[in-house]
């Protein structure tokens, strides 16, 4: 099964429970139901606002702790010209 | 016996090295190459699968064959341009080896990484370990490890990377830090049997590789590697390849 038709799969399940219990068809155990009705219809924005931080928080350290590499760079070229001229005693043409 | 060294490492590592128009970098990364594998004493060998370049890619790769061996640089050419996908199914061919790498030849890929991806994978007898940029400790832990990084990208080329990569993680979880990395080393069945699934092309052939080996259940590990880029030129990302690469991921959730 592709993980698209697992996502789709649990988010329907996910969603129906959620809409069942929003039109008060479902109850909730423990929860007054004034209180319930106040918080259920924010759910999805919660989330998405959620997310939505998350990615933004997960971006922004991703790049902040980016690192650079001028030592490879520089031990880089370094090799590069012992490369050239070991080649060049064995007969390879470089450059 | 595979190797004329008295040591514990009896494996030999493959090297496909599909190139076009590489004539000038060629010498140089099998130098690197040829050095990080006699320091090492492990029994090596390089496959270059050349697409037919005009520049003289095909000759210099025979002049180095001379200087190292022909049992060690094999030159398996191809009629024309034809992808990087079926360069490596090429290349697998000729494969005498029991473990196979696959990098870059425009030096964005060093070598002296390889020695520390082959004892992490007999260390924890993975199937493939994978070059990570964004990491600063390998996962499982070798001591040896050094953090990686990137060279010669800006901060606008950073965060669409670190972009790409969320998108990556987010919709396919991978279970991997660097999706679109290309330098890996593979026990040769496990490659021989992910690239007979793959179906994508470009890079996001790459990540479709890898996809597809964490859903079939292979043991991957991931290195930091240092990625030094386009040392001779500037780094360019367009409109295009970012469209593409949204395309390939949303093809790759919906197929793997």
Same mark, same amino acid.
């Given at each position: 099964?592709?993980?698209?038709?697992?996502?789709?799969?649990?988010?329907?399940?996910?969603?129906?429970?959620?809409?069942?219990?929003?039109?008060?068809?479902?109850?909730?155990?423990?929860?007054?139901?004034?209180?319930?009705?106040?918080?259920?219809?924010?759910?999805?924005?919660?989330?998405?606002?959620?997310?939505?931080?998350?990615?933004?928080?997960?971006?922004?350290?991703?790049?902040?702790?980016?690192?650079?590499?001028?030592?490879?760079?520089?031990?880089?070229?370094?090799?590069?010209?012992?490369?050239?001229?070991?080649?060049?005693?064995?007969?390879?043409?470089?450059? | 016996?595979?190797?004329?060294?008295?040591?514990?490492? %009896?494996?030999?590592? =493959?090297?496909?090295? !599909?190139?076009?128009? @590489?004539?000038?970098?060629?010498?140089?990364?099998? #130098?690197? /190459?040829?050095?990080?594998?006699?320091?090492?004493?492990?029994?090596?060998?390089?496959?270059?699968?050349?697409?037919?370049?005009?520049?003289?890619?095909?000759?210099?790769?025979?002049?180095?064959?001379?200087?190292?061996?022909?049992?060690?640089?094999?030159?398996?050419?191809?009629?024309?341009?034809?992808?990087?996908?079926?360069?490596?199914?090429?290349?697998?061919?000729?494969?005498?080896?029991?473990?196979?790498?696959?990098?870059?030849?425009?030096?964005?890929?060093?070598?002296?990484?390889?020695?520390?991806?082959?004892?992490?994978?007999?260390?924890?007898?993975?199937?493939?370990?994978?070059? %990570?940029?964004?990491? =600063?400790?390998?996962? !499982?832990?070798?001591? @040896?490890?050094?953090?990686?990084?990137?060279?010669? #990208?800006? /901060?606008?080329?950073?965060?669409?990377?670190?972009?790409?990569?969320?998108?990556?993680?987010?919709?396919?979880?991978?279970?991997?830090?660097?999706?679109?990395?290309?330098?890996?080393?593979?026990?040769?069945?496990?490659?021989?049997?992910?690239?007979?699934?793959?179906?994508?092309?470009?890079?996001?052939?790459?990540?479709?590789?890898?996809?597809?080996?964490?859903?079939?259940?292979?043991?991957?590990?991931?290195?930091?590697?240092?990625?030094?880029?386009?040392?001779?030129?500037?780094?360019?990302?367009?409109?295009?390849?970012?469209?593409?690469?949204?395309?390939?991921?949303?093809?790759?959730?919906?197929?793997?």
């Amino acid at each position: 099964m592709a993980r698209l038709h697992r996502v789709s799969i649990y988010s329907s399940i996910l969603i129906s429970i959620y809409l069942l219990v929003l039109f008060e068809v479902l109850p909730i155990p423990l929860l007054d139901a004034n209180v319930a009705q106040e918080i259920l219809p924010v759910i999805p924005w919660w989330l998405l606002v959620s997310f939505g931080s998350y990615s933004l928080w997960s971006l922004g350290w991703g790049v902040f702790t980016f690192r650079d590499c001028p030592e490879a760079y520089h031990e880089l070229l370094r090799e590069i010209n012992e490369a050239k001229n070991d080649l060049r005693s064995r007969a390879v043409t470089v450059d | 016996m595979q190797g004329q060294y008295n040591t514990p490492n %009896t494996h030999k590592y =493959s090297v496909i090295l !599909p190139t076009y128009n @590489e004539r000038k970098n060629l010498p140089i990364i099998i #130098w690197l /190459l040829a050095k990080v594998f006699e320091e090492h004493q492990l029994s090596w060998e390089i496959i270059i699968v050349d697409d037919a370049s005009p520049d003289g890619t095909q000759e210099v790769a025979i002049e180095l064959a001379r200087a190292y061996g022909e049992d060690k640089i094999l030159l398996k050419p191809r009629a024309g341009k034809l992808g990087l996908g079926t360069a490596y199914i090429h290349g697998l061919d000729f494969c005498t080896g029991d473990f196979v790498i696959i990098m870059d030849a425009d030096f964005s890929h060093h070598p002296k990484f390889i020695p520390q991806f082959i004892r992490l994978q007999q260390a924890h007898n993975l199937d493939i370990v994978t070059g %990570t940029r964004y990491r =600063s400790t390998s996962t !499982p832990y070798l001591a @040896e490890a050094q953090p990686g990084g990137v060279h010669g #990208w800006d /901060l606008k080329r950073k965060l669409v990377s670190r972009g790409a990569n969320f998108l990556a993680a987010t919709v396919l979880n991978p279970g991997v830090s660097d999706l679109t990395g290309s330098f890996r080393l593979y026990r040769l069945p496990v490659l021989r049997h992910i690239i007979t699934l793959t179906q994508s092309r470009g890079y996001v052939f790459q990540m479709e590789m890898m996809v597809r080996a964490r859903a079939l259940g292979y043991t991957v590990g991931e290195v930091p590697i240092t990625f030094v880029d386009r040392i001779f030129g500037e780094s360019k990302l367009g409109a295009d390849e970012v469209v593409g690469y949204a395309k390939g991921v949303w093809q790759l959730f919906q197929s793997v």
